[in-house]
């Protein structure tokens, strides 16, 4: 089974600040992993994701996430925090390489708000 | 290109209910899964079609079913609608079921159970 945590259920940054949202996950094989974004009312829309290759992930609006094996993390971070940077973050994962389709294991979320 | 279609946005029914949710993949899309998100929480797992099979299913009741057409849109059914069932039920769809298959999302139908 694969699960996934994330710390921190409200996280606020001053505009222009570092953004890092934390995310630990737990699989039993080498997952896929992937950080969305939710904005009020919307539905999810993919930020960044990690399959193989690089550890190192960019994504859009200036996010990137590096990919941890020995500490089962992927954090995502965002140098310089904007006020439209606010929103709903999910980390997700997903059985990978070994099967079992593309089913994503959410975690519980991380709201993020941005103030001046 | 259209993205990920749900319909209704939003609908109100009441307890013992039953509902039907629909959702149009993109197109070439083979993939359909659906997602329940309550709120303050993550989006669950319901149900993966792809070519029409039933290719997984969460940990929900049988009161949850859903199936897929041959033009690939899908349909989930609810039966017996409880208080809990309110949520936000989401819609994704891929290229196919394996797991580099990114996923995107539909808007969501909001439904509330009175």
């Known amino acids: 089974a694969q699960s996934v945590t994330q710390l921190g259920s409200h996280v606020s940054v001053s505009e222009g600040a570092l953004v890092l949202l934390r995310c630990n996950y737990s699989s039993s094989v080498p997952p896929y992993l992937f950080w969305y974004v939710q904005y009020p009312n919307q539905g999810l829309q993919l930020l960044l994701k990690?399959?193989?290759?690089?550890?190192l992930v960019k994504g859009i609006n200036g996010f990137e996430a590096e990919f941890k094996k020995s500490e089962t993390s992927f954090h995502l971070t965002k140098p310089s925090a904007h006020m439209s940077d606010a929103a709903e973050y999910f980390c997700?994962?997903?059985?990978?390489?070994?099967?079992?389709?593309?089913?994503?294991?959410f975690g519980t979320g991380t709201q993020l708000k941005v103030e001046l | 290109d259209a993205g990920v279609t749900q319909s209704p946005t939003h609908l109100i029914k009441t307890r013992g209910q039953h509902v039907t949710l629909r959702c149009s993949p993109i197109s070439g899309h083979k993939s359909v899964s659906w997602y329940q998100q309550v709120l303050g929480q993550g989006p669950q797992f319901i149900f993966q079609y792809y070519e029409k099979e039933e290719r997984g299913r969460g940990n929900f009741p049988d009161r949850f079913s859903a199936r897929q057409f041959p033009n690939y849109s899908s349909e989930l059914n609810v039966n017996a609608l409880l208080l809990g069932d309110s949520a936000l039920y989401l819609c994704a769809s891929s290229l196919a079921w394996t797991g580099y298959n990114e996923q995107f999302f539909g808007p969501g139908t909001r439904l509330t159970v009175l």
């Open positions: 990690y399959t193989t290759g690089a550890t």
């Open positions: 997700a994962v997903s059985p990978g390489v070994t099967g079992g389709g593309n089913k994503l294991t």
